[in-house]
């Protein structure tokens, strides 16, 4: 397969290529639960059952898998300490903390067009 390369993108950071690099990290961080734990750990440090708590609806397995994946792109740290039963905390990391922003432009989009989306979609339904 061919895939025309944006001018002075790199393969590995073109979104439209399927083997690229940057669609596996939007395909990461674009989903629900992503989006709901960056903005949750957007005010403060949190231990993973503050999170699960703040996070209505997810369960543990979506909350450590969605958690591993932003730690292993860099985006929250986990921090562990050394008591027992051992405590954990994660925490946005820089890069985290300006996708946080962005979560935020987001979240406000989906506030200021909630009513029209809301509308279209009872005047589809039959």
């Known amino acids: ?21 940057a669609r596996e990290i939007f395909s ?11 903005e949750a750990l957007s005010d403060r440090t949190m231990r993973f059952s503050e999170l699960r708590d703040e996070v209505e ?17 860099g985006l929250a740290e986990r921090k562990v300490y050394p008591t027992v039963p051992p405590r954990v905390e994660y925490t946005l990391t820089e890069p985290g903390r ?3 922003a962005t979560v935020d432009l987001i979240c406000g989009w989906t506030h200021q067009h909630f009513g029209h989306i809301e509308a279209a979609r009872r005047r589809f339904e039959p």
């Open 1 to 21: 397969m061919v895939t025309k390369q944006l001018n002075g993108i790199a393969p590995d950071e073109d979104l439209r290529r399927a083997d690229s690099l």
């Open 28 to 38: 990461d961080v674009a989903n629900k639960w992503a989006l709901l734990i960056i």
């Open 57 to 73: 609806g997810i369960s543990h397995k979506m909350l450590t898998q969605n958690l591993r994946m932003l730690e292993r792109n």
């Open 98 to 100: 300006a996708l946080q």
